[in-house]
């Protein structure tokens, strides 16, 4: 349509202007009329010349910045099934983000560990449509590829009020018509840990009450548990002492701690004659009694990241030991 106009009006302004010089205006047109696939050349490379490093360069800064941006937080992990090197994982991860980009992540694999750690394992994120609050989540055997960073992590878990779980990966995602890009996913999420079981008590222990199997007491163990963490620790073994003094065991069959306030019931050996022995230096025969993890045994094999972290905790229970003998006498 434009080439059919365009030659009516030239000859119109040839014919009509024959002796003087053509206009600038017609001398541009004539320009464009020759060379207008030139500036079409020009015109494609310069919106490729922006847009190209835009989709390509600013695109996947802009998609790096957002996942820079989003929170993760942990609202749920179980874990259960342990042995030596490995156990099931069941864990809901929460993603917080504020952008109006909602892309699609590929399945990726993450490698999790203590923030300044090395990683313990690595686990397969499943693909997922990126929004906020989303929930994420994963349910896998989960095997330790470093079973001594594990360990710290299970301190960590078990110590702390708070600790800091990292998730690196590599996820591609895609938004929309834009071209996949691929980002660094490396976040640290604040999780709540044990606290360090504070609140820990041996209620209504009473000796002299053995059974068959060679423990002379039983009671209830009190396990508070403020996280969001399950822990399965097995037949757990406690060591019992009073002023560095092993006075027994306490003994906890197909231990799990769940989330909130666990009530079990519990065995112990508890020697006697060596509690009778130290009666005469606590008045109101009030013991302090230290505890400490022995040993989590699950399917006849040692846990040793449970064992070990529970090795590095002691509680300190006060232990009328009057009322854990129910009036009869030593
Ligand atoms: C994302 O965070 C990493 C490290 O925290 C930083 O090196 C990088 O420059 C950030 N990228 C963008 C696009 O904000
Ligand atoms: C894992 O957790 C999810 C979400 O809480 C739940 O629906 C699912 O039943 C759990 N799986 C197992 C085996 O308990
Ligand atoms: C874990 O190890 C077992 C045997 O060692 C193997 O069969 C399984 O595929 C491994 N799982 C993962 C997720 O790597
Ligand atoms: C992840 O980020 C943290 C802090 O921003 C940094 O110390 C750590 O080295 C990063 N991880 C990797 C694998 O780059
Ligand atoms: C309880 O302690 C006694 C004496 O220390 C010991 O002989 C016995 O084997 C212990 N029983 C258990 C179940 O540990
Ligand atoms: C605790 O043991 C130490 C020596 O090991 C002793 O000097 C101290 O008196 C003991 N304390 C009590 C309260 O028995
Ligand atoms: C756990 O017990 C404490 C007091 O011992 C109580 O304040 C708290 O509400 C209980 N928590 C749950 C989840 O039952
Ligand atoms: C665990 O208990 C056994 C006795 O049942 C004892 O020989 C051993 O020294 C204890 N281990 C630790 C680390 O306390
Ligand atoms: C704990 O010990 C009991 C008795 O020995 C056994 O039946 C049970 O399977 C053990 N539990 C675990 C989790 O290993
Ligand atoms: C210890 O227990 C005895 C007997 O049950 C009780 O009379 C006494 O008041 C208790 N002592 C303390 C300090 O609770
Ligand atoms: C939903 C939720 O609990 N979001 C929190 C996740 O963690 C970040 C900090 O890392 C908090 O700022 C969010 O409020």
Known sequence: MVSDSKPEVTEISGMGATPA?????????????????????????????????????????IAQSLVN?????????????????S???????????????????????????????????????????????????IEQRVNLTDESAFT??????????????????????????????????NKTAKVKGLNKLSGFDLVDLSIGTGGSDGTNAKGTVYLPNPS???????????DLSVNKTAIGQVFINNLIIHPGNNTVPMTANISELTVAGMLSSYPGFIIPVDITGNSSVYNGQVLPYITDALASLTLTTQLNVSKALGGSSL
């Not at 020759?34 to 800064?61: E, K, M, S, T």
């Not at 999790?112 to 990683?119: D, M, N, R, V």
């Not at 299970?154 to 890009?181: D, H, R, W």
């Not at 963490?229 to 097995?234: E, F, K, S, Y």
Request: a positive charge; proline letters at 6%; one cysteine or more.
């Open 152 to 185: 710290e992590f299970c301190k960590a878990v078990i110590q702390s009020e708070e600790f800091e779980m990292n998730v690196y990966g590599k996820p591609t995602l895609k938004e929309g018509a834009l071209p996949s890009t691929d980002v660094t996913y």
């Open 21 to 61: 010089r053509p206009s600038f205006g017609s001398r541009v047109a004539a320009h464009f009329k020759r060379w207008w696939w030139v500036h079409l050349i020009i015109l494609i490379v310069v919106i490729l010349v922006i847009v190209l490093p835009v989709v390509y360069v600013g695109y996947p800064n």
């Open 69 to 85: 941006k989003s929170t993760l937080n942990v609202s749920k992990m179980v874990m259960s099934d342990p042995s030596p090197s």
């Open 87 to 137: 156990f099931t994982l069941n864990q809901t991860n929460v993603i917080g983000t504020k952008a109006a980009f909602h892309p699609d992540f590929k399945s990726f694999s993450a490698a999790i560990s203590l923030a300044g750690g090395a990683a313990f394992t690595h686990v397969q994120v499943p693909k997922f449509h990126s929004r906020n609050n989303v929930n994420i989540n």
């Open 228 to 238: 969001v963490i399950t822990i399965p620790a097995g037949n757990l073994t406690l």
